[in-house]
């Protein structure tokens, strides 16, 4: 056999469909269904060029998990591009950071802290729940009203994570929370833009309005970050650890006090601003992103919201209001929760990868240096793992008793998978479980008389945004008359 005697001619992989070019997808404003669309042109897995950059674009949840999961490893790098250079100094924080030793530590620093202040700890589920109270209460104020619920679920957002990062919080109209409002939004809208790949990387040098906006976000930003960093530095006296940023402080003090840190293993002021303003960037745009999409698939779909109410009133009726705890007790609410997370992808294109070695994906070989896209959107509407993709349908994850199964198709990744899967994920649905438990508790949400469904369609970006629409939050008759 032709084994072992060295004389075996190498069979090449086959080649990726090439898709040529490709100069229409930029600015294509919604990147992920154009990629979904050329399947059937090109298969579930195809190479593109963008700008001098080769891209794999990964279209079926077979492939994602090779990548993600099988051959984590070998995918773990980041594409370094204009926009999240200027983000993240340089990709000194955790998102945009390719793989290596420090990113190590910093990942696992931050998990240690989460754990710490949040996951699992009884004073965050207060902090939540202090947040759905204010919350509670200024849609009881707003009354009938047709309001833009965006402001006030981020308020709430925010100040669970600020807790986590900086032991602080904002009241409403307070002016540092509206500067970070708008602050948030332009770098949402302006890093990535070009699908995070930054396909003409040359524009920089041309004035750029984008450019110029995301550079006016972020040096509010740095303002922000800075100010908190030197107050936690003056307060912080080595004993107790109050949050995310103290916990970083600490890890610095402790190698100022001990020995050195390991070279390539120093975290500069740098790294712990933008490992910080990683954690509170995500957990501010995802969560909130989710409760919009879940507000606004409630007034598309009321049936749903009277089911959920129905299984609140029975497993913990109005006297109280709902804990952490009960979350095995509300499966068609976390069903509700999991199937929005499916059917709208936080993060539709996740953040790409980059092989960092020559590898393969089935059976075509990838060069090191690729940079691959998965697309969640594709693997999330599969017509083949999914039963009418685009139908919102809660029931599709709970099994015939009406319990929650975890998911009846390994074509389902919200939080990405291996090791560069999500940081946020618990906290994410501590925060998503309780919000919305909170409010439908008390509130039915409506879409205001006289004006019709807003669109379900999201727009494209860093994450999948919700376009602007108006709710009405009735109080429940039988709230009213429990209390
Ligand atoms: C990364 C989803 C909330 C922190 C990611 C990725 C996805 C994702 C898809 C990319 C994975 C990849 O590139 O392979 C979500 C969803 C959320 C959520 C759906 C809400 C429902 C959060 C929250 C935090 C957070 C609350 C912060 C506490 C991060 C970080 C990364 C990340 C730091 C980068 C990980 C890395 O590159 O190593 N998330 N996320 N996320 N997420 Fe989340
Ligand atoms: C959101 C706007 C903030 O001002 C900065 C920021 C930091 C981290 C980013 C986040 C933004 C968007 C969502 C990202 C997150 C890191 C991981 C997360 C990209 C740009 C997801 C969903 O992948």
New binding site residues.
């Given amino acids: 056999g032709p084994t072992g005697t060295g004389t075996g001619r190498l069979r090449s992989l086959p080649a990726l469909p090439l898709v040529g070019s490709l100069l229409q997808l930029a600015g294509h404003p919604q990147l992920h269904l154009r990629l979904w669309r050329l399947q059937g042109r090109y298969g579930s897995l195809y190479g593109l060029w963008m700008g001098s950059h080769y891209v794999v674009v990964v279209n079926s949840y077979q492939h994602a998990r090779e990548v ?1 999961l099988k051959k984590g490893k070998a995918f773990a790098g ?1 594409p370094r591009t204009v926009t999240t250079d200027l983000l993240s100094r340089g990709g000194k924080d ?2 945009f950071a390719s793989y290596s030793p420090l990113w190590k530590f910093q ?1 696992k620093l ?1 998990h240690a802290a ?1 754990s710490m202040f949040g996951e699992g700890s009884l004073a965050l589920e207060k902090i939540i729940c202090q947040e759905a109270a204010s919350l509670c209460e200024t849609l009881s104020a707003a009354q009938d009203a047709a309001l833009d619920m965006a402001p006030e679920l981020t308020r709430a957002v925010t100040n669970v ?1 600020c807790s986590l990062c900086f032991n602080s919080s904002y009241r409403r109209g307070d002016p540092e929370f509206e500067a970070m409002l708008e602050y948030s939004q332009g770098i949402v809208d302006t890093v990535a833009k070009e699908s995070l790949v930054d396909i003409f990387p040359w524009l920089q040098i041309f004035p750029n309005k984008d450019l110029a906006l995301l550079k006016k976000c972020l040096k509010v930003r740095d303002e922000l970050l800075q100010q908190k960093f030197t107050e936690h530095k003056e307060a912080f006296c080595g004993d107790t650890v109050r949050d995310l940023m103290d916990a970083l402080l600490q890890v610095r003090l402790s190698a100022e006090n001990n020995s050195p840190p390991a070279p390539g293993l120093e975290l500069t002021d740098d790294h712990l601003l933008m490992t910080v303003g ?2 509170f960037g ?2 501010v745009e ?2 909130t992103t ?1 409760l919009k999409w879940t507000v606004l698939y409630l007034l598309h779909y009321p049936e749903v919201q009277r089911k959920i109410q129905e299984e609140m009133d029975q497993k913990i009726g109005l006297a109280r209001h709902p804990h952490l705890s009960d979350r095995p007790l509300l499966p068609y609410l976390e069903a509700t929760i999991s199937e929005v ?1 499916r059917i709208r ?3 539709p294109l ?2 790409p ?1 980059v092989s960092l070695t020559d590898t393969s994906i089935g059976e075509y070989a990838i060069p090191k240096g690729a940079r691959v896209v ?1 697309n ?1 959107w594709s693997v999330h509407h599969d017509e083949k793992e999914w039963d009418k993709p685009e139908e919102f349908n809660p029931g599709r994850f709970l099994d015939e008793q009406g319990q929650h199964i975890h998911s009846p198709s390994p074509s389902y990744l ?3 998978a ?1 090791i ?6 618990v ?2 649905k501590m925060e ?1 479980f309780l919000f919305l438990a909170w409010v439908l508790q008390r509130f039915t949400l409506e879409c205001p008389q006289d004006q019709p469904l807003p669109s379900l369609e999201g727009k494209f970006g860093v994450v999948l945004q919700v376009q602007k629409f108006r709710v009405k939050a009735r109080l429940r008759e039988a709230w009213r008359a429990a209390s």
């Fill in positions: 993600l980041r955790i998102a990942r931050v989460l994570v990683d954690i995500a957990g995802t969560t989710v997370l992808p936080v993060s996740l953040i990868h998965i969640l919200p939080f990405g291996g560069r899967v999500c940081l946020g994920e906290l994410a998503l």
